[in-house]
């Protein structure tokens, strides 16, 4: 699940210009359906790993709090009120563990925001 919210995350970032990495890649994909081996990387870039059918439920829950999330001059972290907050009000049962792999894609998410423009 590491890799794929890395990767979603990453794909997500934006450019000083408001431009996501997906974008720019969708973007290099249409201008290059002509040159296979340019083509080929950028579909590679592109391309996500697995997300296990089992923890999709944990994603889902991560993606509705990331979504509410305050923000200053940068994305703040989940709280531990929010996350309760939302297992109450929402009907989500998750465990300590399922907490932990939320902190934790949460922390991902956070990191890829701190990273400069363009990284």
């Known amino acids: 699940m590491r890799a794929y919210a890395a990767k979603a995350f990453a794909l997500g970032a934006v450019d000083k210009d408001g431009v996501s990495y997906r974008e720019t890649l969708q973007g290099l994909i249409a201008r290059n359906q002509n040159n296979p081996a340019r083509l080929k990387k950028y579909q590679a ?9 089992a923890l999709l439920y944990v994603w889902s829950a991560f993606c509705r709090l990331s979504a509410r999330r305050s923000a200053g001059f940068s994305a703040n972290p989940i709280s531990f009120v929010e996350i309760d907050a939302f297992i109450r009000r929402a009907g989500v049962a998750l465990s300590p563990w399922e907490v932990r792999m939320v902190e934790d894609l949460d922390d991902l998410y956070r990191a890829e925001q701190h990273k400069p423009a363009g990284e």
């Open 45 to 53: 870039e592109l391309a996500m790993p697995d997300l296990p059918d």
